[in-house]
């Protein structure tokens, strides 16, 4: 079952006189429960995809559509509500809310959307990720691979149709990123879960099941691992 369908996606931005090509018809379908990496070095355009890809930034053309529903024509309101419901999102920077604890930020994005929260399925990932004993921590008492789990929690809880993580072992040393990587690729598998991953780092682009790679703003390579 196709989950994700981005076709002829281009991103222009205009410099002055000259144009800076961010995405320059970018196409690619992504399957129910494949964990995808997205490579390439900085300033290739990857970011700007995973974001036109989560209806956070729109292309200046193309189609992207998730489970079948073209987002790309959506309204921000639409936008917003859409994300929340079918989008789990991972950054870099792990996007916590301060002030909250780790089982409040994980059952947040729930709670927005006024719908009680699968108490079963909750504990379920909390243990998964080895969190039982960080459940009323504040973000500042955990480590960085600790907080990260919490934002893969989190995702993981609205039970979304995608992941998309934004370099989530960015800011972990390497142990830590093989750790965290880990878990997202066994909660990926264990819950039929489509991820879709950046990193720029080729070792842990190896942990997918698959790596596109990007360059200029153009796919140059899809290849199974
Ligand atoms: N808001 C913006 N305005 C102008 N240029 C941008 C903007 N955002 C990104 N770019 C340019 O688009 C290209 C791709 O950026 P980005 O997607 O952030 O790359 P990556 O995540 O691969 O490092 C870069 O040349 C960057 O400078
Ligand atoms: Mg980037």
Redesign the pocket.
């Known amino acids: 079952m196709e989950i994700l369908r981005a076709e002829n996606v281009k991103?222009y931005?205009m410099?002055g006189e000259n144009i800076?090509k961010?995405l320059d018809g970018v196409s690619l379908n992504v399957e129910r429960g494949e964990f995808v990496s997205i490579v390439?070095?900085?300033?290739?355009?990857?970011?700007?995809?995973l974001h036109i890809l989560g209806g956070l930034d729109v292309a200046t053309e193309g189609k992207v559509e998730i489970s079948n529903i073209d987002i790309s024509k959506m309204s921000s309101d639409e936008l917003t509500i859409f994300r929340r419901r079918k989008i789990g999102f991972v950054f870099q920077n792990y996007n916590l809310v301060p002030l909250m604890n780790v089982y409040e930020n994980i059952v947040l994005p729930i709670q927005l959307d006024g719908i009680k929260p699968d108490e079963m399925f909750i504990s379920e990932i909390i243990r998964l990720l080895g969190l039982e004993e960080k459940m009323y921590a504040m973000p500042n008492q955990l480590s960085g691979g600790q907080q990260q789990r919490v934002a893969l929690a989190r995702a993981l809880a609205t039970k979304p149709a995608i992941i998309l993580a934004d370099e989530p072992t960015g800011n972990l040393d390497s142990k830590t990123s093989q750790d965290v990587l880990g878990l997202i690729k066994m909660t990926s598998k264990k819950f039929c879960q489509t991820v879709v991953m950046?990193t720029h780092n080729d070792e842990i682009a190896q942990m997918s099941d698959r790596i596109i790679r990007?360059e200029d703003?153009k796919i140059y390579g899809d290849n199974m691992v």
């Open positions: 991103k931005y410099m800076v961010a390439g070095s900085s300033g290739s355009g990857k970011s700007t995809l950046i990007i703003g």
